[in-house]
Nanobody, 122 residues
């Protein structure tokens, strides 16, 4: 059984930084990538960033390009999301997920974490 556990969320001021971590209980070999999603009240779920386990190629939503950085540690089964220059619109619950990719806009969820709250105050 795979468990995804997110940590690192919290309250930060505009312009600040947070680093989210996602711990997996075992390597999701059947999943091609790990993604960070976010959902704010009244908004649709958004794929913020994702990274392939093998090749390490990554994806960023336009809204976070240049501010967020996704990395992975294959040996430790960890995925990180470094978030810099945070804005109020980044406020959401952030979930990590193991996904099977067709491409960055076509994927299926394999496993899903409970999420961590990120609140950016102005």
């Amino acid at each position: 059984q795979v468990h995804l556990v997110e940590s690192g969320g919290g309250l930060v001021q505009t312009g600040g930084s947070l680093r989210l971590s996602c711990t997996t209980s075992e390597r999701t070999f059947s999943s091609t990538a790990m993604g960070w999603f976010r959902q704010a009240p009244g908004k649709e779920r958004e794929l913020v960033s994702a990274i392939r386990w093998a090749a390490g190629s990554s994806y960023y939503a336009d809204s976070v390009k240049g501010r967020f950085d996704i990395t992975r540690d294959n040996a430790e089964n960890m995925v990180y999301l470094q978030m810099n220059s945070l804005k109020s619109e980044d406020t959401a619950v952030y979930h990590c997920a193991a996904i099977t990719l067709v491409n960055w806009s076509d994927y299926e969820y394999d496993y899903w974490g409970q999420g961590t709250q990120v609140t950016v105050s102005s």
